[in-house]
């Protein structure tokens, strides 16, 4: 979805260094995520932030922090990473609404490799 | 354990068939149930949402079922093309969440000519 974009695309990198991933909507939402999929698995949410001011750990959310910079950006970073954080990782976003429209609209993913 | 499993893992069909994906889901209270479809390389995208009252949803060749009774949900591709070819994913929404979203693995769909 071109309304939401992700950078970079791909990234490898080694053991123990600090990376960044960035995440940008021009849909207007308030809400945005972090999910990562690794194969076989469904997607798992890292964080996600309501709005600026609101930020909130998901489901596996150590060894990540994250920086909501703007209502439009929202920053994904591995202070130091390791191989197990290897996964192609989601930024996503979505209006609020109604809580049953809650239809989240995916980036096209960055794909992280952990030497 | 997983709160939302999907059947089969993988299937391969012939251009021009018709097949059925299916999804079990454990989320209660339940809110909605989407199935999204992921082209490789790309996130998901949204094909179908249903409520709990609803219990079919069609959006073209795409028909998603749904019994919350038994919380059972199915996908039926009519006709596949090769373009049909991705991972289709389920995901249920419980209705004690802020949104949150339970995902299922996925169904890997190879259309082939």
């Known amino acids: 979805d071109a309304d939401v974009t992700q950078t970079p695309r791909n990234r490898i990198t080694k053991t123990g260094k600090r990376i960044m991933l960035e995440c940008s909507q021009t849909?207007?939402?308030?809400?945005m995520y972090w999910y990562r999929q690794d194969p076989g698995l469904g997607l798992r949410l890292i964080y996600y932030?309501?709005?600026?001011?609101?930020?909130n750990k998901g489901e596996i959310s150590d060894g990540y922090s994250v920086s909501r910079q703007a209502q439009a950006k929202f920053s994904l970073s591995l202070e130091s990473a390791i191989p197990n954080q290897t996964a192609l990782y989601f930024c996503?976003?979505?209006?609020?609404?109604?809580?049953?429209?809650?239809?989240?609209?995916f980036g096209p993913g960055t794909r992280l490799t952990v030497l | 354990k997983n709160q939302v499993e999907q059947s089969p893992q993988s299937l391969i069909i012939l251009e021009g068939k018709n097949c059925t994906l299916q999804?079990?889901?454990?989320?209660?209270?339940?809110?909605?149930l989407r199935w999204y479809k992921q082209d490789t390389g790309r996130g998901p995208v949204s094909l179908t949402i249903?409520?709990?009252?609803?219990n079919t949803k069609s959006n073209g060749r795409y028909t998603a079922t749904l019994d919350a009774d038994t919380k059972q949900s199915s996908l039926h591709i009519t006709a596949s093309q090769l373009s049909d070819s991705a991972s289709y994913i389920c995901?249920?929404?419980?209705?004690?969440?802020?949104?949150?979203?339970?995902f299922g693995a996925g169904t890997q769909v190879v259309v082939t000519p």
């Open positions: 996503a976003t979505s209006d609020p609404g109604t809580r049953r429209a809650d239809t989240q609209y």
């Open positions: 849909k207007g939402h308030d809400r």
């Open positions: 932030s309501f709005d600026v001011k609101d930020i």
């Open positions: 999804c079990n889901y454990t989320v209660s209270p339940f809110s909605n």
């Open positions: 249903m409520t709990f009252s609803e």
């Open positions: 995901v249920v929404t419980g209705a004690d969440s802020w949104g949150k979203l339970q």
